[in-house]
């Protein structure tokens, strides 16, 4: 049994999913630095998704440097290294991009947003 949660939904990639729920478990704290992240067929097998999704999942994970290759023992989670604030926001940048489109199109206004960012920052 995986150690995060994840309830894939159609309309979504599975991928993006997948990698959302397992940057959510290291957030609050279920996947900490040096745990053991389950190998890609664990992966595919408990969520019940493509192989190839999997990995694509693990490898993008791994390029991002929250997960780490560790021969003889398998892939675990990484330390984060220090980042600027400035480069941390620029990671957030598409993220904050598609909220704020989505925020407009339903007519919410900054206020509701900063809100409802608020809500969800207490909740994790």
Do not use: C
Request: net charge positive.
């Amino acid at each position: 049994m995986l150690s995060f949660a994840v309830d894939i939904k159609s309309g979504l990639p599975a991928y993006e999913q997948v990698v959302y729920a397992v940057k959510k478990a290291m957030i609050v704290g279920v996947l900490k630095p040096g745990d053991v992240f389950p190998s890609v067929r664990k992966l595919s097998q408990e969520l019940r998704i493509n192989p190839n999704t999997a990995h694509k999942v693990v490898m993008s994970l791994v390029s991002e440097g929250l997960l780490e290759v560790k021969p003889g023992i398998g892939t675990i989670v990484s330390v984060s290294p220090a980042a600027s604030i400035r480069q941390l926001s620029q990671l957030l940048g598409l993220e904050v991009e598609r909220l704020v489109v989505e925020a407009k199109r339903f007519g919410l206004s900054v206020e509701d947003v900063v809100n409802a960012v608020r809500t969800h920052w207490k909740r994790l």
